[in-house]
């Protein structure tokens, strides 16, 4: 392929972010769960909680790990690819990017350590509060990246430098008040419980398949499915207003997950199309459901939801400083984003509905079927997670700040797409290695299940601390 700077630039920022926020949503989910945990042992003083609150801190402790170095990554990124784009936005970002530096990651690292070298030196009650820090400081950390990613979807709360051309923040309230911060950071804080209870379901249900410690596993399977489906119920709520209002904000990224070139009201939603994802090609739709695009778009049965040609004309007027470019993004990976990650919920909730069904009847523990889709159904919440972003992200092309800068506007004027290239074949191969490695390491941790029950607290200490030390 005939690929140019800018495809090359978006292509390893696309790697490298992906990649980092596999870990993000494992991080917070099992933050918190291990938190909960760790509750549990302090309210009953039972040691198969301490047990099942080490074993899953150790999942996390690599989750943790692998996030805070791929994460670092990004940092490389702006500098190389997109050094225009962070001139543009420094006044902005500073504040958030600051406050996510200065307390969420500090206060998250801190209280990891605390947390971590804790078990036989604090006080139990004092222990238990550093894991709900940790879990707080990732939390926390989300909030301030969220609220800086949702600027660039619908600027707010920002003055122009009438001598410079750029954007200034002008309020802090208006920025974490922001519409699409709101329902966007609610979205990946509910995404991030089903990574954490598909994890502990999944985990758990490779153990109880072996018939390894039937009622250790048995109560996270239990908490990882309940966990799980009541996530992923809510992100249909969180899901609809979030819709409502990218109709509201960013009208083309709804029209093209769609591929509706056309204006239409009622709009129906296809669950299959062939073809029509450009203009001179004919569409085939497999399958409608009547008006279920009006209510995703715009919360009403017979809502208008308007076409990428006409948005694409408003555009142009606009913005006419830009020609007569297109708005329109890739149209093929907007439509199928937004299914893979719809159908993937749909199965994360069927998996979950059936976990409950065979809780009511006593056999969770002895359902073989069951067990191999839930070990295998951990996918599911990366899959849907993935096309989430993917759905986000290419939607708002071809702006990099909606409205304000092209994306062809932000890139570095001092690399080159050679340079570019060679960094992102690099980055994918040394992705590929840790990536081998990490699950890996996370598999074996999984399969070797928690600490005997007689442990030494020594040999208790190095087993949790080897989930770092491979």
Same mark, same amino acid.
């Given at each position: 392929?005939?690929?140019?700077?800018?495809?090359?630039?978006?292509?390893?920022?696309?790697?490298?972010?992906?990649?980092?926020?596999?870990?993000?949503?494992?991080?917070?989910?099992?933050?918190?769960?291990?938190?909960?945990?760790h509750?549990?042992?302090?309210?009953?003083?039972?040691?198969?909680y301490?047990r099942?609150?080490?074993?899953?801190?150790?999942?996390?402790?690599?989750?943790?790990?692998?996030?805070?170095?791929?994460?670092?990554?990004?940092?490389?990124?702006?500098?190389?690819?997109?050094?225009?784009y962070?001139?543009?936005?420094?006044?902005?970002?500073?504040?958030?990017?600051?406050?996510?530096?200065?307390?969420?990651?500090?206060?998250?690292?801190?209280?990891l350590g605390?947390?971590?070298f804790?078990?036989?030196?604090?006080?139990?009650?004092?222990?238990?509060?550093?894991?709900?820090?940790?879990?707080?400081?990732?939390?926390?950390s989300?909030?301030?990246?969220?609220?800086?990613?949702?600027?660039?979807?619908?600027p707010?709360?920002?003055?122009?430098?009438?001598?410079?051309?750029?954007?200034?923040?002008?309020?802090?309230?208006?920025?974490?008040?922001n519409?699409?911060?709101?329902?966007?950071?609610?979205?990946?804080?509910?995404?991030?419980?089903?990574?954490?209870?598909?994890?502990?379901?999944?985990?758990?249900?490779?153990?109880?398949?072996?018939?390894?410690?039937?009622?250790?596993?048995h109560?996270?399977?239990?908490?990882? &499915?309940?966990?799980?489906? $009541? +996530?992923v119920? #809510?992100?249909?709520?969180? %899901?609809?207003q =979030?819709?409502? @209002?990218?109709? *509201?904000?960013?009208?083309?990224?709804?029209?093209a997950?769609?591929?509706?070139?056309?204006?239409?009201?009622?709009?129906?939603?296809?669950?299959?199309?062939?073809?029509?994802?450009n203009?001179?090609e004919?569409?085939?739709?497999?399958?409608?459901?009547?008006?279920?695009?009006?209510?995703?778009?715009?919360?009403?049965?017979?809502?208008?939801?308007?076409?990428?040609d006409?948005?694409?004309?408003?555009?142009?007027?606009?913005?006419?400083?830009?020609?007569?470019?297109?708005?329109?993004?890739?149209?093929f990976?907007?439509?199928?984003?937004?299914?893979?990650?719809?159908?993937?919920?749909?199965l994360?909730?069927?998996?979950?509905?059936?976990?409950?069904?065979?809780?009511?009847?006593?056999k969770?523990?002895?359902?073989?079927?069951?067990?191999?889709? &839930?070990?295998?159904?951990? $996918? +599911?919440?990366? #899959?849907?997670?993935?096309? %989430?972003w993917? =759905?986000?992200? @290419?939607?708002? *092309?071809?702006?990099?700040?909606q409205?304000?800068m092209?994306?062809?506007?932000?890139?570095?004027?001092?690399?080159s797409?050679?340079?570019?290239?060679?960094s992102?074949?690099?980055?994918?191969?040394?992705?590929?290695?840790?990536?081998?490695?990490?699950?890996?390491?996370?598999?074996?941790?999984?399969?070797?299940?928690?600490?005997?029950?007689a442990?030494?607290?020594?040999e208790?200490?190095?087993?949790?601390?080897?989930?770092?030390t491979?």
């Amino acid at each position: 392929m005939d690929l140019s700077h800018l495809d090359l630039a978006r292509a390893q920022f696309a790697t490298t972010t992906i990649y980092h926020f596999f870990f993000v949503p494992v991080t917070i989910g099992l933050g918190l769960l291990v938190a909960v945990l760790h509750t549990q042992w302090y309210r009953t003083g039972a040691d198969d909680y301490r047990r099942l609150t080490r074993f899953f801190g150790g999942l996390m402790l690599l989750s943790i790990a692998v996030g805070v170095v791929t994460g670092l990554v990004q940092e490389f990124q702006f500098g190389m690819d997109w050094s225009a784009y962070s001139r543009f936005v420094g006044d902005v970002f500073g504040a958030p990017l600051a406050m996510e530096g200065l307390a969420a990651f500090f206060l998250e690292s801190t209280f990891l350590g605390l947390w971590l070298f804790g078990w036989h030196v604090l006080p139990r009650g004092v222990h238990l509060v550093t894991a709900w820090l940790v879990a707080l400081g990732s939390i926390l950390s989300a909030l301030f990246i969220l609220a800086a990613n949702s600027w660039m979807q619908h600027p707010v709360g920002y003055t122009t430098d009438p001598a410079t051309g750029r954007p200034q923040l002008s309020s802090v309230g208006e920025l974490f008040t922001n519409p699409v911060f709101v329902w966007g950071y609610l979205h990946v804080i509910a995404a991030a419980l089903v990574y954490g209870g598909a994890i502990l379901l999944a985990v758990s249900a490779w153990h109880l398949r072996r018939r390894n410690e039937v009622s250790l596993f048995h109560r996270t399977a239990k908490l990882g &499915a309940w966990v799980m489906l $009541i +996530a992923v119920v #809510l992100q249909f709520r969180i %899901g609809g207003q =979030l819709g409502q @209002n990218e109709t *509201q904000f960013q009208p083309m990224k709804v029209a093209a997950m769609e591929a509706n070139w056309q204006t239409c009201q009622p709009c129906s939603f296809s669950l299959f199309q062939i073809g029509g994802y450009n203009t001179d090609e004919p569409a085939t739709k497999i399958i409608e459901i009547p008006h279920l695009l009006s209510l995703l778009a715009t919360g009403t049965w017979d809502g208008q939801v308007l076409g990428m040609d006409q948005v694409n004309a408003q555009y142009q007027q606009q913005f006419p400083q830009n020609g007569n470019m297109s708005y329109v993004p890739n149209v093929f990976i907007q439509y199928w984003a937004m299914r893979v990650m719809a159908y993937f919920a749909g199965l994360v909730v069927l998996l979950g509905l059936w976990a409950l069904w065979l809780l009511w009847r006593r056999k969770l523990d002895t359902s073989r079927l069951f067990l191999w889709c &839930a070990t295998w159904g951990v $996918i +599911a919440p990366f #899959l849907m997670g993935t096309a %989430g972003w993917v =759905l986000t992200e @290419n939607g708002r *092309q071809p702006w990099i700040v909606q409205g304000l800068m092209l994306t062809s506007t932000g890139l570095s004027t001092s690399s080159s797409a050679l340079q570019v290239g060679i960094s992102l074949t690099i980055f994918v191969l040394l992705y590929l290695a840790l990536g081998i490695v990490v699950l890996t390491l996370m598999l074996r941790h999984a399969r070797r299940g928690p600490e005997p029950e007689a442990a030494d607290e020594d040999e208790a200490d190095e087993s949790l601390v080897s989930a770092l030390t491979y």
